[in-house]
């Protein structure tokens, strides 16, 4: 089976640059998307297609050029979140997301 | 753009559960939708997913054969039919939708889900 890893934690201080990473074979044939989720609240689409920022998302989120390694520069006590990276199968019709990873703002 | 579910609950291992998702804001019937949940102490895992006609369905090995998705075009619903249900199935359940209609997935716009809780 297809699989999509993160490390289940990091942290980091205020002001600094949270950097979360995101592995599997599948992710160098299919998009990578990214997503950040605080208690008690839906989702919310961070990155799409390795590199696209949804409208209202602030530019303190960005990726890598294969989508891969989300950055989360000047880092506020509001990013305190989890994040998730999300891919599909081989064939891409089967989402698959990676495990989660819980950022902590020191 | 506004998903809002409705229909989860308290069940007990063996029943079973009829969700459902109202769209608004966007065409509804030119874009496939999905089912994601989150169980306690999980990540998201994606459960289904339905083309914009509805006439191809998807779903995860951990539903197939229990779980039907459909949808009504004419009333802008989605719907995630749940049958066999195991405390496994315990989480809160969004429906979901891709950035735009040419895009399969990966979801954008989330509804603020619903809570589906298995347990005798």
């Known amino acids: 089976s297809y699989e999509v890893t993160q490390p289940p934690s990091e942290s980091v201080s205020p002001g600094q640059t949270a950097t979360i990473t995101c592995s599997g074979d599948v992710l160098t044939n299919q998009y990578v998307h990214w997503y950040q989720q605080r208690p008690g609240q839906a989702p919310i689409m961070v990155i799409y297609?390795?590199?696209?920022?949804p409208s209202g998302i602030s530019d303190r989120f960005s990726t890598s050029a294969s989508g891969t390694r989300l950055t989360i520069s000047g880092v506020q006590a509001e990013d305190e979140a989890d994040y998730f990276c999300q891919s599909a199968d081989i064939s891409g019709t089967y989402p698959l997301f990676g495990g989660g990873t819980k950022l902590t703002v020191l | 753009v506004q998903l809002l579910e409705s229909g989860g609950g308290l069940v007990q291992p063996g029943g079973s559960l009829r969700l459902s998702c109202v769209a608004s804001?966007?065409?509804?019937?030119?874009?496939?939708m999905n089912w994601v949940r989150r169980a306690p102490g999980k990540g998201l895992e994606w459960v289904s997913a339905?083309?914009?006609?509805?006439?191809?369905?998807f779903y995860a090995d951990s539903v197939k054969g229990r779980f039907t998705v459909s949808r009504d075009n004419s009333k802008n619903t989605l719907f995630l039919e749940m049958n066999s249900l195991t405390v496994a199935d315990t989480a809160t359940y969004y429906c979901a939708k891709p950035p735009s209609s040419d895009l399969w997935g990966c979801f954008q716009h989330w509804g603020q889900g619903s809570l589906v809780i298995v347990s005798s």
């Open positions: 804001g966007f065409t509804f019937n030119n874009t496939a």
């Open positions: 297609k390795d590199n696209e920022r």
């Open positions: 339905i083309s914009f006609g509805g006439g191809n369905t």
